[in-house]
């Protein structure tokens, strides 16, 4: 396989640069910089990923969706690829190399990561590479790329690969039943709320998308690697949080409760320290949804009072957290 970091600047047009300083609000010298020091760590990423059978596993996966979605639709959403490429701790390792470079590192993460494994999928491709060709591949170039990279960049390297380790320990704390009832417990707390006073189809999206965006400005201010980071932190374009699957809102109220309780006792039970920030965030995301659904008024602001169903909700909410 040839370089993928030589065959990534190639990629990197003056143009495409441009537009992804766009994206992250900065200017292209900014970008260029900050691509200089995000695809070393995507690689370190896949490198470090591609040392277990697992991970070979499911970096194939990966590519395969990669190239699914290349030929047959759109492009994978920015939260599935970082959390496939970064793992667990995807929202964390952003923020870190965020703070480091000053400016919102994930779409670069995004965009490098998603070069990357398209390179690494062509490469498969040409060569009829399999997961072991790949994984050494991966692992001597990244060998290579860290023997000769400055300083900032091995730092950065190194700060994401403990953030990685650390939201790893976190999520293997819980069963993997465990850990899908935590990562569904906003949009059932949502749900439940929503059910509570029914107010038709397009008042429950608005309701939804204001859950979105909570749970987005929750995860924002959260201590990195801790339980809100890690398993709320990939909420953009996640399934399991405000897609599809699991529950609805023809699910039985009963159940979304349900959800709630056992993803509280995991958490009380495996990552007590994690027990409290855990129930604020629910709580405070009922409140939150509850206050949206107001009439003529938006997050409390104007409108009617929340409804006594609504309250009624919430306080439901509060009780089987807490």
């Known amino acids: 396989m040839t370089s ?78 970082l959390s496939g490429v970064l793992g667990p701790g995807a929202n964390t390792i952003s923020k870190a190399v965020g703070g480091r470079l000053g400016f919102d590192a994930k779409p670069l993460l995004y965009a490098s990561a998603a070069a990357l494994l398209g390179l690494i999928g062509k490469a498969a491709r040409d060569g009829k590479l399999n997961s ?5 591949s991966l692992q001597q170039q990244h060998r290579d ?54 107010s038709g189809s397009r008042a429950m999206t608005k309701e939804m998308n204001v859950a979105a965006q909570a749970i987005r400005v929750l995860v924002k201010t959260a ?14 374009g996640d399934v399991e ?36 920030s855990f129930g604020d965030t629910l709580t405070s995301l009922a409140q939150k949804v509850a206050e949206a659904s107001k009439e003529g008024g938006f997050l409390g602001i104007g409108g009617s009072l929340v409804s006594e169903d609504e309250e009624r909700a919430v306080a439901e909410i509060a009780s089987t957290v807490w």
């Open 241 to 276: 949080l405000f897609g599809a699957g699991g529950l609805d809102a023809a699910s039985s109220r009963s159940a979304m409760l349900a959800c709630v309780r056992e993803a509280a006792t995991a958490v009380k039970a495996k990552s007590p320290v994690d027990y409290t």
């Open 4 to 81: 993928l970091l030589d065959s990534f600047s190639e990629l990197m047009t003056g143009d495409l640069v441009g537009e992804l300083g766009r994206d992250a609000r900065i200017g292209g010298a900014q970008a260029q910089r900050g691509l200089q020091v995000v695809a070393p760590l995507v690689l370190s990423s896949l490198a470090r990923k591609s040392e277990s059978i697992s991970g070979r596993d499911s970096i194939m996966d990966l590519l395969a969706r990669v190239d699914l979605t290349a030929t047959q639709g759109g492009p994978l959403p920015p939260g599935r690829i």
């Open 145 to 198: 790329s860290m023997a000769h990279a400055p300083e900032d960049v091995r730092a950065v390297v190194a700060e994401a690969s403990l953030l990685s380790d650390r939201a790893e320990d976190l999520k293997a704390r819980f069963t993997d039943g465990e850990w899908r009832t935590i990562r569904l417990a906003p949009k059932a707390v949502t749900l439940y709320v929503v059910t509570a006073a029914p």
């Open 223 to 236: 201590l990195p690697t801790s339980l809100v980071d890690v398993a709320f932190g990939a909420a953009e």
């Open 132 to 136: 072991a060709d790949i994984a050494a």
